[in-house]
């Protein structure tokens, strides 16, 4: 793998020091009991948490739920702290407070290896992302926010853990670096050490499976990853695929073709057909497809195009050619699910996939919301090598944008790094 360019847990000795840990568990609930459904990202914190118990910290961890765009969703983590403290098998306290006094009280009372969780970021409005938008504020700025100054002067150190969050600029995510020495937890070492290699050094041949009905996402990939060889061949489904038959001036029908026109995406029909024409041998687009008959499933070949029901998923002869890729690929990357995987007559494609994505040979990395959803429901997610928790994180790393948590988390590398030079002249 590349140099990493932050520091790890392995940096430092905790022993007995108050550690601020930034992890990401924003988890699904359910809309009418506020109750949490998903676990996942939870279950993921817990090697970080314990690697730093274990070393003796004094443990204070900060998170968030939900958003102001996300109302639904913004409670308290007080479920959270039950949901660690089951899984932990110690206590994990937690206080109905952010950064003001009764929190900054009970941090300071904190005993080694004791784990403390905060309320709610989101409850602070400086950590919301319509401040965010509206406040352009520098990580240097940052520092002077109330979540820092508060809670900045009580900690030796500060871990990052919060790789699903990498694209959100806020002082949880980017000030603290500028304070206090930092370090990566396991998760976001993992995540970033799996999306590197797959971008820098992947095994090859190395393909990358493109789905959904974002689009946007598997565009913005795209162009990355087949301009810089990341990718020796890209298989598309989901809409992408149907845009690049339209890009070969090819109709797909009335209802699949209003389905793109309604929701704007007809705009990507020109990047697709530059994308055809400078890596016609690295591009591969559905043979057939899965058709929507009122309810009832019928294939068509693509040369058979249009077709008067909408489009719903791949067919028997694109999986079939698919298949032969992946199951010789020494890298796979999946985004996105083949169809409509929610109903059963447009599952067809994206389990077939992913059956034999788990059964391949090849590294398999996998992110994305639906993508992470209809592998656990289709597939098998124990047979996937790396599961990312990103969604909107893993595709900007992925497309080459500068990510505000690596950026910070670099920054604070290299203060620490030079201040241990000056120590040794």
Known sequence: MAKRDYLTLDDFDYRGKPVLLRVDINSPLDPKTKRITNENRIVQSLPT?????????????????GDTLDYQNLISLKEHTEKLSQKLGREVQFIDDVAGP??????????????????????LTEEVSTFEDAVKLTPKEMTGTYLVRNLAPLFDY????AFAAAHRNSPSMVAFQELVPSAAGILYDKEVTALTTLLENPKRPCAFLLGGAKISDAFSMMKKVLAEGSADCVLTAGITGQLMHLALGKRLGSPSEKFVTDRGLDKFVAPAREYLKDYPDKLRIPLD??????GRRYEISAEKLPSQGLIIDIGPKTVAEY????????????????????????????????QIVGDAEGYSVIGG???????SRLGDLLKIDHVSTGGGALIRFLSGVKLPLVEAMKRGAKAVNQIRMKGTK
């Open 49 to 65: 948490i314990r690697a730093l118990v274990n070393k003796g910290a004094k443990l204070v961890i900060i998170a968030h739920q």
């Open 102 to 123: 009764a929190a900054r009280e009970k941090i300071k009372r904190l005993k080694e290896g004791g784990i403390l969780l905060l309320d709610n970021l989101r409850y």
């Open 369 to 375: 919301g639906d993508t992470v959803a209809s592998a």
């Open 158 to 161: 500060y871990v990052n853990d």
């Open 289 to 294: 497809f899965g058709i929507d008959d009122g």
């Open 323 to 354: 298949g032969k890729i992946l199951r010789k690929a020494g890298t796979i990357f999946v985004n996105g699910p083949a169809g409509i995987y929610e109903q059963e007559i447009g599952a067809y494609g994206t389990k077939a996939l992913w």
